[in-house]
C-alpha cells in the first residue's frame, strides 16, 4: 500500500490551524472493520512518536488541538492551532496490510 | 514506564554483518508484537521487520527477505535483529518499536553505517 501525503512542507503563523492530507493507494479497512492509520510525529532531534490511531484516536497525553478524520483512502491531521512544540515532520503509516507503511512526511515549520 | 534502548550498530563494510538487539523493560513484552524501524539520513520512516508475541510469525520487507532476521526471547526481555549481507543502502538509524497495528513506543535508536 503506497501512502501519499501532502503538502511536503508547511508553513504556519503561530496559533493558526494546520492540515495534512494523506492518501493511500488502497482502501485500509480491515477484514475486522478497523481501519488501521495513524499519524506519528517527529520532532527535530528526537524519535518518533505516535499522535493518533485508527484514523481518529488520540494516544493519551497528545493534546487535543490534534485531532484525526477520514475514511477509506483519504485522511487527514488537523492542528487547531499550532504551537512552537508542533515543530517536526509528520508521517502517516497504515498496519491494515503487510508490508506496513509510511507517508513520505510533511514538514510543519513556523513562519 | 516503558523503555526501549537499542544497541549493537556501528560501522560494518559492505558484505558485512551486524547484530542488533533492543532491550525492552516497564512492560510485559511476551504480550506484544514488536518491530524495527529505519531511518537513512536526511529520509523518512520505513518499516523493516515484525515478530509476532511468540516468535511463530515474521514479517520483512522485501528487500532485507534473506539477509536481515528478526528474532526475540521473552525471558531476557530483548528484541534483535541480525543483519548480513550489508549493502550502503541500509545505513540508517534503526529503532525498535512496540507493535500494536501503530508503532506506540519507540526507542532511541542505534546507527548503522554501511561503508568501505
Known amino acids: 500500500v503506497v501512502m501519499t501525503q501532502s503538502p511536503l512542507s508547511l508553513p504556519v503563523t503561530l496559533g493558526q490551524p494546520a492540515s495534512i492530507s494523506c492518501r493511500s493507494s488502497?482502501?485500509?479497512?480491515?477484514?475486522?472493520?478497523?481501519?488501521?492509520l495513524s499519524w506519528i510525529q517527529q520532532r527535530p532531534g528526537q524519535s518518533p512518536r505516535p499522535l493518533i490511531y485508527?484514523?481518529?484516536d488520540r494516544v493519551s497525553g497528545v493534546p487535543d488541538r490534534f485531532s484525526g478524520s477520514g475514511s477509506g483512502t483519504d485522511f487527514t491531521l488537523k492542528i487547531s492551532r499550532v504551537e512552537a512544540e508542533d515543530v517536526g515532520i509528520y508521517y502517516c503509516m497504515q498496519g491494515t496490510q503487510w508490508p506496513l507503511t509510511f507517508g513520505g512526511g510533511t514538514k510543519v515549520e513556523i513562519k | 514506564e516503558v523503555q526501549l534502548v537499542e544497541s549493537g550498530g556501528g560501522l560494518v563494510q559492505p558484505g558485512g554483518s551486524l547484530r542488533l538487539a533492543c532491550a525492552a523493560s516497564g512492560f510485559t513484552l511476551s504480550t506484544y508484537w514488536m518491530s524495527w524501524v529505519r531511518q537513512a539520513p536526511g529520509k523518512g520512516l520505513e518499516w523493516v521487520a515484525a515478530i509476532k508475541t511468540d516468535g511463530t510469525y515474521k514479517a520483512y520487507l522485501d528487500p532485507v527477505k534473506g539477509r536481515f532476521t528478526i528474532s526475540r526471547d521473552n525471558d531476557k526481555n530483548s528484541l534483535f535483529l541480525e543483519m548480513n549481507s550489508l549493502r550502503v543502502e541500509d545505513t540508517a538509524v534503526y529503532y525498535c518499536?512496540?507493535?500494536?497495528?501503530?508503532?506506540?513506543?519507540w526507542g532511541q535508536g542505534t546507527l548503522v553505517t554501511v561503508s568501505s
Open positions: 485508527k484514523v481518529s
Open positions: 488502497q482502501s485500509l479497512v480491515n477484514s475486522d472493520g478497523n481501519t488501521y
Open positions: 518499536a512496540r507493535y500494536v497495528r501503530t508503532f506506540d513506543f
